[in-house]
């Protein structure tokens, strides 16, 4: 069981760049989010999705994309990289609602934005 | 904004003693979690505590919840050095989708 792992581990994007993140989980849990993460601000919701082929916006969804088509895999797109967007980004999944249960985290994807 | 405000924000102690972290928010709960995170890895979840619930236990870690002062705390007993992370309160709000909404944690450092 690998839980939540995340592609890539590190990556540095020029500005205007484009990438896709990728998380699966072998969980089978319905719930996947996405998170960002800056010094001093805890962790921020990006987008997150309750079932195969559905996503919702977060917290801070502006300049991100999102697609959930398998159960398992929840990516995580940026169309034009903005120095803004340089943060510690991390996947979660939980089997249900998360008023009931723990969100299992991913190990996180470094992202500089030069 | 942050629904969830820890206190303080970096805390230093020796190993054996208790490490006592404080969280703070803002409007009403479904639950409160807490999370660790050690030192370049993802976050992982401790304890949960309901908003009927006042107190929890689980190993050397206990919870209180006071829904009337809007806080929480998290006590460590007896630390190790192995207990250094950073340490979150998330909340579970109980409007709409029930999402964490996450402080801004505490950095704990236990010293041999």
């Known amino acids: 069981n690998a839980g939540v792992t995340q592609t890539p581990k590190f990556r540095v994007l020029k500005t205007g760049q484009s990438m896709t993140l990728l998380c699966a989980q072998d969980m089978n849990h319905e719930y996947m989010y996405w998170y960002r993460q800056d010094p001093g601000m805890g962790l921020r919701l990006i987008h997150y999705?309750?079932?195969?082929?559905?996503?919702a916006k977060g917290e801070v969804p502006d300049g991100y994309n999102v697609s959930r088509l398998k159960k398992q895999n929840f990516l995580l797109g940026l169309e034009s990289a903005a120095p803004s967007q340089t943060s510690v980004y991390f996947c979660a999944s939980s089997p249900r609602d998360p008023s009931y249960n723990e969100q299992f985290f991913g190990p996180g994807t470094r992202l500089t934005v030069l | 904004s942050q629904q969830g405000e820890e206190d303080p924000q970096a805390l230093s102690i020796q190993e054996g003693e208790n490490a006592t972290m404080n969280c703070s928010y803002k409007t009403s709960i479904n639950n409160l979690q807490w999370y660790r995170q050690n030192s370049g890895r993802g976050l992982v979840h401790l304890i949960l505590i309901r908003s009927n619930e006042r107190e929890k236990h689980s190993g050397r870690l206990r919870v209180t919840l006071d829904t009337s002062k809007k806080s929480s705390s998290l006590l460590i007993t007896a630390s190790r050095a192995a207990d250094t992370a950073s340490y979150f309160c998330?909340?579970?709000?109980?409007?709409?989708?029930?999402?964490?909404?996450f402080g801004t944690g505490t950095r704990l450092l236990v010293s041999p």
């Open positions: 999705s309750v079932g195969e082929g559905t996503t």
């Open positions: 998330a909340t579970v709000l109980n409007t709409g989708f029930q999402k964490l909404v």
